[in-house]
């Protein structure tokens, strides 16, 4: 004959209490466990390029500049603060940025504003300051300028500059 449900119940609950009784005479002793973790300053920098395009020093560049614009995408972490530094290029001569095609140099500079007032370099004072991050990516802006009226030869001029994000 089989037993009831109800005293297999009772039999188990009977059975638990007991072992249950058994470890409350057991000692014990508790210890606290510190859990930290730091979260660091961190900037990750993108550059795309800055291409002016065909420079005419005869008819359209002779009296009137040719710009050109490209974005900088700067990623921190949130809360830090964050200055961007443009390097004076590969061709810097006389504190002039230079494109260069073989022997020959073509003028150029580097702005913060759109106004093109606001030199962009790599000392304190011409670098721009970035407010502490929200930790969404910025989309900045580099407004560049070839003067006009520059005597040069045809030819692809190029320059490298270093963009370094400070922070």
């Known amino acids: 004959m089989r037993p009831a449900r109800g005293v297999l119940t009772v039999l188990a609950l ?4 007991a072992l249950g009784s058994a470890s409350t005479g057991a000692q014990s002793t508790e210890a606290g466990l510190l859990v930290s973790a730091t979260v660091t300053r961190s900037c990750q920098l993108e550059a ?15 009296t009137i500049p040719l710009d050109g614009e490209t974005i900088l995408t700067v990623t ?4 830090t603060p964050a200055a961007i530094a ?3 290029g590969a ?3 006389g504190g002039v940025r230079f494109m260069k095609s073989g022997g020959d140099s073509l003028g150029y500079a580097l702005f913060q504003d ?3 007032g606001q030199p962009w370099g790599d000392q304190t004072g011409n670098m721009l300051t970035l407010a502490p991050s929200n930790g969404d990516p910025q989309s900045i802006y580099v407004y560049g300028r070839i003067p006009p009226n520059q ?3 045809i030819g692809s001029y190029t320059d490298s500059i270093v963009a370094t994000v400070h922070f």
């Open 14 to 17: 009977a059975v638990g209490a």
């Open 48 to 62: 795309g390029p800055l291409t002016f395009g065909s420079y005419d020093p005869v008819s359209n560049n002779a």
């Open 76 to 79: 921190c972490t949130k809360g």
């Open 86 to 88: 443009l390097g004076n």
């Open 91 to 93: 061709n810097e001569s």
């Open 114 to 116: 759109a106004a093109r």
């Open 151 to 153: 005597d040069v030869p």
